[in-house]
Every structure is written in structure tokens, then in C-alpha cells.
């Protein structure tokens, strides 16, 4: 899942935007594939998790159907076939998932606002990815990871303030999950579903207890080691069969909102 546009934003490793030019060389896309930038998607309440990852999935799905496309037309049409046949209908359909994202957590949280930013791909290369719109912090890619946690610790810090809120999570990113990884994997992003249940459970019964840092010491302190961990194994479950992914400890920290 992933991004296109002018900056690259600060998590993500993305390439020049040479998309437009690789697509012209036409027969010369014999041997490259379709890559797409990851989607950094802001903090995804409970209630929109499972259509959230749903859309991600959906994301996979499109690139591979494109790249089969690619494989099984090389050598067809003149020199702006694999834009016109494939990027561009590949980016529309990006988008409408991406908005279809936004959607999903607009109708229990606020709506993220700029993701189809990330639905234009490129031959060969992911395109470089526009900064997150001006005032949406929330999906500002560079900033997602510190942002979750230094609201969970403000907010923590406020004790029982906590009454009413509710402790959300970001959505990791995990693409292209070889056959062989896709149990195992499933069965941890599920794991990460419960892990956030529990912990929002956990504040509900705790509510009033505890000191100024009791959330964060009893609550999101130990959720984020749990998430660190079943991410760890995610990555594990890949590299057995395929490239390991690092980093998804990125998405381990959570926040009280």
C-alpha cells in the first residue's frame, strides 16, 4: 500500500517519480514490475478496523492483478500503452479504495483527509509522495508515529480524564504477504485487533484508578511491548519465504483519544 506526489514523505522510502517516463518506454517494461507507495493511514478506531484492512488487502490485490497485466501484455500496444492500459486505470482504482479508507473511519472518528496521494505508481519505482495536506496531521506520514505517542502520554498523564476515551491504534502496513506468510500473518493483525480490544477493556474497568501516569504505565506502556512483539512476528512469518519487511515496529504505539 502506498504514495505518489511531489515530497517523499519522512517514513516512507520512496523513489523518484520517473513513473510517466518509465511508461513510455513501452517495450522496455519486459522484466520490471508495478511498484506503489505505502499508505500511511492515521489511527483506525475499533469500529472501522476490519473495513480498513479489508481496503488495504484490496490495495495488494490491484497491484498484483496490474503487474500480472504487465506480464502477460509485454510487447502490446505503442509507447504509452503501459500508462494508458495500466498506470492509469491502476491509480483509479487506488483511489477509490483510498477513499473508501477515509469513509470507513469518517463515520466513527474524524475523516483523514489526502490519502489518494498515495494511489499513483510507477514502472519499476514507487513515485516520490506529496506532504499530508496542511492542518491533517493525522496522516502526516513523518509525524504519525511520534504524534501517537506523545498523545498517549499527555493523556495518560491527565489520570482519570480518562473516562470516556478510548485507546486507538494505527493500522500497520503490510504488503504483498507471500501465500505461504498469509495465515500466519492474518492471524497476527487479528491478534493486534484483540491486543487493542483488551487494552480498551482494560480502561473501562480501570477507570479512577491509579495515579497521574497510571495509563500509560498500566495500559499503553505494556500494549505497545505486545504489539512490538506479534509485529516482530509478522516480519518473521515473511522473511521465512520471502524478503523480511523491517520496521513495522513503527505502528506499535497507540494513543488515548
Known amino acids: 500500500m502506498l504514495i505518489a506526489g511531489i515530497a517523499v514523505a519522512a517514513s516512507l522510502t520512496a523513489g523518484t517519480a520517473i513513473a510517466a517516463f518509465a511508461a513510455g518506454e513501452g517495450g522496455n517494461s519486459a522484466g520490471q514490475s508495478i511498484a506503489c507507495p505505502k499508505p500511511v493511514v492515521p489511527a483506525v478506531p475499533a ?95 513523518g509525524n504519525n508515529g511520534g504524534n501517537a505517542g506523545n498523545n498517549a502520554g499527555n493523556n495518560a498523564g491527565n489520570g482519570s480524564s480518562a473516562s470516556g476515551k478510548t485507546i486507538e491504534c494505527p493500522v500497520p502496513v503490510v504488503q504483498n504477504v507471500p501465500a505461504q506468510a498469509k495465515a500466519e500473518v492474518d492471524r497476527n493483525l487479528q491478534l493486534l485487533g484483540q491486543q487493542q480490544a483488551e487494552a480498551n477493556e482494560r480502561l473501562r474497568t480501570s477507570a479512577g484508578q491509579g495515579g497521574p501516569n497510571f495509563v500509560q504505565n498500566a495500559i499503553l506502556g505494556p500494549l505497545k511491548d505486545k504489539r512490538v512483539a506479534t509485529l516482530n512476528r509478522i516480519e518473521t512469518a515473511i522473511g521465512r519465504v520471502a524478503a523480511k519487511p523491517e520496521g513495522l515496529e513503527r505502528f506499535a504505539t497507540c494513543s488515548l483519544k
Open 47 to 141: 469500529q472501522a478496523q476490519a473495513e480498513v484492512q479489508r481496503e488495504l488487502a484490496n490495495l495488494d490485490k490491484q497491484i498484483a492483478e496490474a503487474n500480472n497485466r504487465l506480464r502477460t501484455s509485454a510487447g502490446e500496444g505503442g509507447p504509452n500503452f503501459v500508462q494508458n492500459a495500466i498506470l492509469g486505470p491502476l491509480k483509479d482504482k487506488r483511489v477509490a479504495a483510498l477513499n473508501r479508507i477515509e469513509t470507513a473511519i469518517g463515520r466513527v472518528a474524524e475523516k483523514p483527509e489526502g490519502l489518494e496521494r498515495f494511489a499513483p505508481c510507477g514502472l519499476g519505482q514507487a513515485p516520490a509522495v506529496a506532504p499530508a495536506p496542511a492542518g491533517n496531521g493525522g496522516n502526516n506520514a
